[in-house]
């Protein structure tokens, strides 16, 4: 059936109930581009000329998004945790109102899309968009309190971390989703012995390695799960002011972003696009003076940033909860597009409730429907 006699049929189906007239076409595209996402995923349920109008302006009008996700939760068990997502398609922050999960241990996050849970007697992980769905699986064999964790490919790896009182404090440890089972794989590097924690190590990872980089110095390693080597060190120090940085990949491309001066006078923050063979990096951008005093929000201190990357997009935070939100997007060409994120409503919350957790992924109306559709989940827009 083409497109003009399924538009006839229900122009006559209208006619009959007596209904006002559809809109159609260009304008209810034009209209939709302008509704948040999670409401689409309602339209999309009117009529397939609805479904089809969405999906053209999510094309063409006003296309998704990554939404950052900011986790708040307690420091003590039961370990209660909230949910807050941003969608900067419509800049809006929204209330994930969901079932309450038992946590067995504090929630952690890593580049990105990575949630996870690490206690003596389980693991759990979790690494679609809106963290529907968690995967349980037992401990790694060496115990480990502060350990870096990534998902690379079907694998999960664990490194470093390890509590005093075991033998190799560089232990890695590589987890086969597929097949649930654990491997040993060769340890750290010996350099990274005085670092090897998530709290020191910076770590981006593409669908074939980690990289992983010590903040202050910006000593870099890669390591291979299929091949379990590692390879480096690698000098990511292209400024010599820069005294803190964070790697991560925003696309295909990773990212550093580094603070220039010292935690008592921070002077800017740059961004520079490293190349993943090479390791050279090419400046891209740095931020302006004005983000940068919101930022520090009038505090003369700024020893660390949290940094999440999806896509386009870069989102910034200062570790200590206070200052703004800042958002960084590429546009044409790798030109750059600052802003502040307003309404910041979780900054509040941490002070009420406890630690903040973040992670950036693409939702898409797939998403947002398996939400609706799974463990009365609910999308409440925030004040």
């Known amino acids: 059936m083409t497109g003009n006699m399924r538009l006839k049929e229900d122009e006559e189906e209208e006619e009959e109930e007596g209904a006002s007239p559809i809109i159609y076409g260009d304008v209810l595209e034009l209209i939709l581009s302008h509704v948040p996402l999670v409401d689409l995923a309602h339209a999309c349920l009117v009529s397939d000329t609805w479904k089809h109008a969405v999906s053209s302006s999510l094309f063409h009008l006003n296309k998704l998004r990554p939404w950052l996700v900011v986790h708040t939760q307690t420091t003590r068990s039961p370990y209660l945790t909230s ?3 941003y969608d900067p398609r419509s800049r809006l922050w929204l209330h994930v109102d969901k079932p309450p999960l038992r946590h067995v241990s504090p929630l952690r996050s ?4 990575l949630l996870y849970m690490l206690s003596p007697s389980k693991f759990s992980f979790s690494r679609d968009p809106l963290h529907l769905t968690w995967h349980h699986a037992q401990p ?4 480990r309190t502060d350990p870096i964790v990534a998902a690379v490919g079907s694998r999960i790896v664990i490194a470093g971390g390890s509590c005093d009182f075991e033998d190799d404090p560089l232990a890695v440890e590589v987890y086969d989703v597929e ?3 654990w491997d040993s794989c060769q340890s750290m590097p010996a350099n990274l012995k005085d670092s090897a924690a998530s709290t020191w190590l910076s770590i981006a990872v593409n669908g074939r390695r980690m990289f992983v980089m010590e903040k202050n110095t910006g000593e870099t390693y890669s390591f291979d799960p299929s091949t379990k080597i590692w ?8 400024d010599p002011a820069v005294f803190f940085s964070a790697i991560s990949f925003a696309g295909d491309r990773m990212i550093l972003v580094g603070l220039i001066g010292d935690a008592e006078n921070v002077k800017n923050v740059k961004l520079w696009k490293v190349d993943e063979e090479t390791m050279e990096c090419e400046k891209v951008g740095e931020m302006p003076q004005l983000l940068l005093e919101k930022l520090k929000n009038e505090n003369s201190n700024l020893a660390s940033i949290g ?3 999806q896509g386009d997009f870069i989102y910034i935070h200062n570790t200590s909860g206070s200052g703004a939100l800042l958002c960084c997007e590429f546009k044409i060409h790798d030109e750059i597009e600052w802003s502040i994120i307003e309404n910041v409503i979780i900054i509040s ?6 630690r903040l957790v973040f992670t950036c992924s693409d939702v898409g109306i797939h998403d947002v429907h398996k939400a609706l559709s799974s463990d009365n989940r609910r999308f409440l827009y925030s004040p």
């Open 110 to 113: 890593s580049h990105s899309s």
């Open 349 to 354: 919350d941490k002070t009420r409730m406890g």
């Open 83 to 85: 949910t807050h997502a």
């Open 307 to 309: 940094v999440t990357m």
């Open 231 to 238: 390879n480096g060190p690698y000098e990511l120090h292209p």
């Open 140 to 143: 790694p064999l060496v115990w």
């Open 179 to 181: 097949s649930r089972s």
